[in-house]
């Protein structure tokens, strides 16, 4: 059994400290190891800057019935361990929840996208936590009080979210709302960080997260799913929910 499925069965208490160890373990790597991923192509800065001036609003036909939303940060290009993605890591969860509860998606961009090249944006990230920044966003979700139950998706950024999300949570009032956490980095884990959500999304109540290896997300999507879904039951989520 290897290190991270060991983690992935673990109690929550452990894999929050086993997240800190892995980050620290990622970002090592990061700086030692930078030249052993593959090299950037250069393609999807279309897609993005595309996807960066659409109007984002996911619609809510008025049947006031409260809706979820998955609300996910996630970024293309040259990524850790699976070197270019046409589609990152986290989306490939997101798109997974949302197509087992029937909720809406909503992407989190920046109106400034961050570097394909991995490197530069560990070292874009890195600035941008240390200045505790909060990047412009694309769009606004209009129909927030159609959402009472909120999955939000977002890669490990060195130990923490990325800043974007943070920018995410503070835009919206979360009274009454649910925020379920997932995450994607170099482990089966979550950040560690989300017991401070309320502090940035005020109001909401945090329900039991998961945290996903992304290297798992891109090659064993099957398995990766299975595990997804077993994590949605546990929380009593069904499709026609
Ligand atoms: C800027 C940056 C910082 C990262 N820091 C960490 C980290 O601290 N710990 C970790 O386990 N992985 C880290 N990673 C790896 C990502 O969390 C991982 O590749 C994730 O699955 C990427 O998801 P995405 O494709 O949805 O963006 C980092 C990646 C980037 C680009």
């Known amino acids: 059994m290897s290190v991270f499925e060991r983690l992935r069965n673990s109690k929550p208490f ?10 620290v373990m990622a970002l090592f790597l990061l700086t030692a190891c930078g030249s052993d991923v593959g090299e ?3 393609s999807g800065e279309k897609e993005q800057a595309a996807a960066a001036s659409a109007e984002a609003a996911p619609t809510s036909e008025k049947t006031g019935k ?12 040259e990524n850790y361990e699976v070197g270019n993605i046409a589609k990152g890591n986290t989306h490939i969860v997101a798109e997974m929840i949302a197509e087992a509860t029937g909720a809406e998606m909503f992407e989190i961009k920046t109106v400034k996208p961050y570097p394909k090249d991995y490197r530069e944006c560990t070292e874009v990230a890195g600035k941008e936590r240390e200045e505790n920044a909060r990047p412009e966003l694309v769009g606004k979700i209009r129909n927030m009080a159609d959402y009472d139950t909120v999955f939000l998706g977002y890669p490990i950024w060195w130990s923490d979210l990325p800043m974007p999300v943070y920018t995410f949570l503070e835009s919206y009032d979360w009274s009454g709302k649910t925020i379920i956490p997932f995450s994607t980095s170099a482990g089966d ?3 560690g960080k989300e017991n401070e959500l309320p502090n940035f999304a005020k109001g909401a109540t945090i329900r039991e997260g998961i945290g996903i290896r992304g290297k798992r997300a891109q090659e064993q999507p099957d ?14 989520f069904t499709k026609s929910q």
């Open 14 to 23: 452990v894999k929050r400290y086993a997240a800190i160890f892995l980050a």
């Open 40 to 42: 950037t192509s250069g």
């Open 223 to 236: 398995s990766v799913r299975q595990e997804v879904l077993k994590w949605l039951d546990s929380l009593g």
């Open 189 to 191: 884990v979550l950040t």
């Open 66 to 77: 409260k809706k979820i939303l998955v609300a996910f940060f996630s970024r293309t290009g």
